[in-house]
């Protein structure tokens, strides 16, 4: 069953508007053209997560909404978003399923594993995939003064 996306509730951009995006900007190694569209919606999904667990600058606009943005009185979510939705998709698309799963274990609430002499230990209470540094740029402006941004 492929995941639907709904802007503004569960994703910053929608699939068409993300490929649109993808086909301005770059794709060198194909991984994003490559990608089915369920694999591209959960993806955007992910993202979004992602943003939303870090801490931003202003409050919501609307305190019911679902997602951590638009901020300040903003009424629509700011293209700089929608792009940096696009740009964490394709980071967690990169780094790959084993790193995703790990995340995955962190936001359950997992903090360490152990398989036979193999474990390991998460640290940090877990939650998402660190943002990368395209989506630190693109959304400078709402980062909290002093806020750690790894």
């Known amino acids: 069953m492929t995941l639907s996306l ?8 929608s699939l068409a508007d993300a490929e649109t995006y993808m086909e301005k900007v770059y794709d ?3 991984l994003w053209a490559a990608a ?24 919501k606009t609307d305190d019911d ?4 943005f638009p901020r300040a009185g903003e009424t629509t979510i700011e293209t700089k978003v929608a ?4 740009e964490q998709a394709l ?10 799963a790990r995340a995955d274990l962190q936001a359950q609430g997992v903090t360490s594993f152990r398989l036979g002499d193999l474990s ?8 998402s995939v660190e943002l990368c540094g395209r989506v630190r740029r693109l959304m400078a402006e709402w980062w909290i003064a ?3 941004l790894a």
């Open 28 to 30: 060198p190694d194909g």
């Open 36 to 59: 089915t569209d369920a694999v591209k919606n959960n993806l955007l999904a992910q993202a979004t997560i992602d943003i939303d667990s870090e801490h931003w600058r202003y409050a």
């Open 120 to 127: 390991e230990t998460y640290g940090g209470g877990g939650g």
């Open 146 to 148: 002093g806020a750690a």
């Open 91 to 100: 980071y967690r698309l990169r780094i790959g399923s084993e790193a995703t």
């Open 6 to 13: 709904t802007v503004g509730t569960n994703t910053y951009i």
């Open 83 to 86: 792009n940096a939705c696009v």
């Open 65 to 68: 909404q679902t997602l951590e």
